[in-house]
């Protein structure tokens, strides 16, 4: 469960590519333009307040996929459910604290470095405003991710270490984050592959997220949008 909320994911190694052309390099704001332009637009996606999401969580080479609920609610509220062989685990985030509670354990609140994962990546609206979330971005060339070719953006969180942006030359989405995260083994750089957009709702998200080194694979089966949340299903409980 610690290692799903480190998500909100065969290992490819990139090779660099120069960037063909003097002055074809686009811009940050220019990429970024394109990404909300390709996930549906800004007016899309201030149409939705929340979004329930119903899927599976695959541990690669474990043996075992959990069911997996995640809940969100404008502007940055959420909760992650994990179905687990060890009981109902949780964590969420009611817009300024935190708190985990991991099957049979007692519910505790977030440390510091969860709580900074949550409160960027609980942001509902994060998509359209990802330049406010990061103190620094820069384009550093190309990259292949998965025969396609991607512009690497090099963001510098305002808290947390340097993590590397892969936005489709095409398309425009993102096809790849990498990341340091919580893993079982400790401190463990993420590579996350996003794949399989798909519309719903005017929007396009991705139904498959695989995460390398720490060996999940997140498979949404389902989404629904502007369902009725209550401030209360982020709260944290009392045990």
């Known amino acids: 469960m610690k290692t799903m909320a480190v998500l909100l994911a065969s290992c490819l190694l990139a090779v660099p590519l120069l960037a063909e052309g003097a002055g074809s390099t686009p811009?940050?704001?220019?990429l970024l333009e394109k990404y909300v332009a390709a996930i549906g637009g800004k007016a899309a996606w201030e149409k939705l307040t929340s979004r329930f999401v119903k899927g599976t969580q695959e541990y690669v080479g474990g043996g075992s996929t959990d069911p997996?609920?995640?809940y969100m609610k404008a502007p940055n509220s959420s909760l992650i459910v994990a179905n687990t062989l060890d009981g109902v685990s949780r964590e969420g985030f009611d817009g300024s604290a935190g708190w985990v509670k991991?099957?049979?354990?007692?519910v505790r609140d977030m440390n510091k470095e969860?709580?900074?994962?949550?409160?960027?990546?609980?942001?509902?609206?994060?998509?359209?405003h990802l330049k406010d979330f990061y103190a620094e971005m820069k384009v550093t060339g190309t990259e292949k991710v998965k025969g396609r070719d991607a512009w690497v953006v090099e963001a510098k969180p305002k808290e947390g270490s340097p993590e590397r942006l892969y936005f489709d030359s095409s398309s425009g989405l993102l096809l790849q984050r990498n990341y340091l995260g919580n893993t079982w083994q400790g401190p463990t750089e993420i590579w996350a592959f996003y794949e399989d957009y798909r519309?719903?709702?005017?929007?396009?998200?991705?139904?498959?997220?695989?995460?390398?080194?720490?060996?999940?694979?997140?498979?949404?089966?389902?989404v629904q949008h502007n369902v009725p949340l209550e401030e209360a299903k982020f709260k944290k409980p009392s045990n």
């Open 114 to 128: 969860e709580l900074s994962w949550a409160t960027g990546n609980s942001a509902f609206y994060r998509e359209l």
């Open 68 to 70: 997996v609920e995640i």
């Open 27 to 30: 811009t940050v704001e220019e």
């Open 199 to 222: 519309d719903v709702d005017g929007i396009k998200l991705p139904f498959t997220i695989r995460q390398v080194n720490s060996d999940i694979i997140l498979r949404i089966a389902e």
């Open 102 to 106: 991991f099957a049979e354990e007692p």
